[in-house]
Structures are given as structure tokens and as C-alpha cells.
DNA sequence: ACTCAGGTATCCT
DNA sequence: AGGATACCTGAG
């Protein structure tokens, strides 16, 4: 099927954006993982108009307005986001936007995403890809040739501890190990702690074994869409050290500082690379 | 060979 | 409370 969207959108930054994982390159344009669904994607006429974007997936109009609309955050227009960034006023913030515009923060399942966050502590992203692939070769279920869903928390549970270091996680087994327990016998609640506030939900994850303030904040960003959580890793302390040494104006973007926290991090490791 | 990676738990003071 | 340190392992 082939939709249009005229709004920011760019496949290449959201993939390079260190929010998921299973996304894949591919000729012309991308396979996506996501639960149990597969799709590959591509943008047809590629760089004509700004924002006017022609999309072609490989599924149903149907599987695409029930899961992969709100995959992409489709719902919200993050061009009239980013005009709320004053050039005059934070010029560093804007010039990130200009150069970021086309991420999204993708609806991705809160399982999945706080399992590939606790894996993905001081690992760079292609050891983290490598580790998530691995897991889900190993305990996910078969969608096609060659592609395996996440496992669920009872699969990841059936993994002996050997199971899990052959894929590479290292000391944060244990942390996984433990979630899937959790999650498996109910003590992980998904649904409840989507039903807390942002600061009482905070609160809960870093309760988790293996889970600090970095891996909540990039649960709660990207598990739970909480778009004013603003994981702090080390090239956006870096970053806030030498462009914002006032600290941050949070108060002006809220409810939004998670998407500057991606147009920052974004310009800072893609263009600047300092 | 050696450092570093989208950190966290644990052990200090 | 806040600071130092160990930790698995793949990539550059």
C-alpha cells in the first residue's frame, strides 16, 4: 500500500536515531521489525517536496491504519513542534531541529524497549543490534525466513543463563534474566505503569534491577512515549556542559523536551561528532 | 594491545 | 548523599 504524509518524516534519521533497533537497510529503503508484524518500507520520489512524503509498505491499508500509523506517531505534527524552537533565542537547539527534522519518536512496545535499553548500557548500537538479534533468533517466534519477533517475557524466560551470554549481554544477563521473571509472573505490569504519572512511572523503573536513570528515561521516552523525558547520556552531558552551561530551558518546550533531547543528540553524533 | 561504548550496582567516605 | 570503581564484550 502506498500513503502520503505531509509532515516531518525521514526514515534514514529515525533508523540512525538510537531509539530502535530492529530496523535493517535495505535497497531503497528499510525492514522493520516491530511485536509480530514485518514490513519494508520506502519513500517513493524521495527529496521532491519537503513535506510531502509518498510511503510504499509491503502491507495491507488495513495493518497499516491499526498498527503501523501509530508505529510512527503519525498523530502528532512535529513541524509545528519544532517551530516552537526560537533561533534568536536558542540558535544551538534550532540549528539541531534543522538538521534533525524528520525523527519521530516511534510508539514501540514497552517490553521490548525496556529489554533492548537495559542491553544496550556502554554498548555501542551496532553491539546492541548484534545482542537483540541474537536474543531474538534464539527465543522469539518465526514471522518469515531469516525474521524472528522479540521474544515475550516467558520466552526470554525459557533462556538459560549459558543461552544468554551467547548473546553477548554480558554482566547485564542477570538483568535480563530478572525482567523476564518479572514480567513473565506479573510483578512487571505494563498496563499499570502506563497508567502513572511521568514521575511516579520514573520511580517505578529504576526500581528494576539493571535499570538507572539513563535506561528510565529512554524507557519512558521511547517505551512509553512520554515525550517530555529526556534521557541524559554522555554526549548530551557533554552537550549541556558546553552549549547550555545555564542548564537547559526544559520550561519552554514542555511537554516536548524529549524530541529536542533527539534533535540534539541526533546533531551532536551525526554532524558535529565532537 | 588498548580504549571506549546512549550505565548501573555496589562499595566506600 | 555523593564519589569512586568493577563490570562483559564487540567495535574502532
Redesign the pocket.
Known amino acids: 500500500m502506498v500513503t502520503e504524509i505531509s509532515d516531518d518524516f525521514d526514515l534514514k534519521k529515525i533508523a540512525d ?3 530502535c533497533f530492529r530496523w535493517t537497510e535495505t535497497e531503497d529503503g528499510y525492514e522493520i521489525i516491530a511485536g509480530s508484524h514485518w514490513v519494508r518500507i520506502r519513500e517513493q520520489d524521495r527529496g521532491k517536496e519537503v513535506n510531502r512524503h509518498r510511503l510504499e509498505l509491503t502491507c495491507s491499508r488495513e495493518e497499516f491504519e491499526t498498527f503501523w500509523r501509530q508505529y510512527f506517531d503519525l498523530g502528532l505534527d512535529y513541524s509545528s513542534v519544532r517551530r516552537r524552537i526560537d533561533p534568536e533565542k536558542d540558535p544551538y537547539l534550532y540549528r539541531a531541529s534543522v538538521c534533525g527534522r524528520g525523527i519521530r519518536i516511534l510508539n514501540q512496545d514497552p517490553w521490548e524497549t525496556l529489554i533492548t ?2 542491553i ?9 543490534r ?2 537483540v538479534d541474537k536474543l531474538c533468533r534464539m527465543a522469539g517466534t518465526r514471522l518469515a525466513e531469516g525474521r524472528y519477533s522479540f521474544p515475550g517475557p516467558e520466552q526470554l524466560c525459557s533462556l538459560s543463563g549459558e543461552q544468554l ?1 551467547e548473546c ?8 535480563v534474566h530478572r525482567a523476564a521473571e518479572d514480567a513473565a509472573d506479573g510483578r512487571i505490569d505494563f498496563d499499570r505503569l502506563n497508567g502513572l504519572p511521568d514521575d511516579a512511572l520514573k520511580e517505578e523503573l ?1 526500581k ?11 524507557e519512558m ?1 521511547f517505551g512509553f512515549h512520554r515525550l517530555d523525558s ?7 552531558l557533554r552537550l549541556l556542559e558546553e552549549e547550555y552551561p545555564g542548564g537547559f530551558p526544559f520550561a519552554e518546550y514542555q511537554p516536548y523536551n524529549g524530541i529536542m ?2 534533535y540534539l ?2 546533531y551532536r ?1 551525526t554532524v558535529q561528532k565532537k
Do not use: H, T
Open positions: 536515531s538510537g531509539q535499553f537495559i544496550s548500557q556502554r554498548k555501542n548500537i551496532p553491539a546492541i548484534l545482542s551470554a553477548g549481554l554480558g554482566y547485564r544477563a542477570k538483568y529504576m528494576l534491577y539493571g535499570v538507572g536513570i539513563k535506561v528510565a528515561n529512554c521516552l529526556f534521557p541524559e547520556d554522555v554526549w548530551i533531547q533527539q543528540f541526533w553524533r
